[in-house]
Nanobody, 117 residues
């Protein structure tokens, strides 16, 4: 069964850090472009960060540049999102997304991140 399972979300104070993980099962991530999206209540889902299959190139939303880092470990079939200097506006459900083609792509179930004092 093909699955992406996110973990690592939770409640953190402003200025704190979290590390999200996205573990794939039923397929290998090696050839997939991986990304993290987030969706806050009442807002559209937005791209947070992306990383190519080799890990050599990344891109970030302007709102998280310098604070978040996406990485991947193809040997572990896992992608990560290190989030530092968290702000209340980072509160959202974070989703992992694996893209190979328009007909071959997968979403995780999401993990809640809440930044609050």
């Amino acid at each position: 069964q093909v699955q992406l399972v996110e973990s690592g979300g939770g409640l953190v104070q402003p200025g704190g850090s979290l590390r999200l993980s996205c573990a794939a099962s039923g397929f290998t991530l090696n050839n997939y472009f991986m990304s993290w999206y987030r969706q806050a209540p009442g807002k559209e889902r937005e791209l947070v960060a992306g990383i190519i299959n080799t890990g050599g190139r990344t891109n970030y939303a302007d709102s998280v540049k310098g604070r978040f880092t996406i990485s991947r470990d193809n040997a572990k079939n896992t992608v990560y999102l290190q989030m530092n200097s968290l702000k209340p506006e980072d509160t959202a459900v974070y989703y992992c997304y694996a893209y190979f083609s328009r007909t071959l792509n997968y979403w995780g179930q999401g993990t809640q991140v809440t930044v609050s004092a």
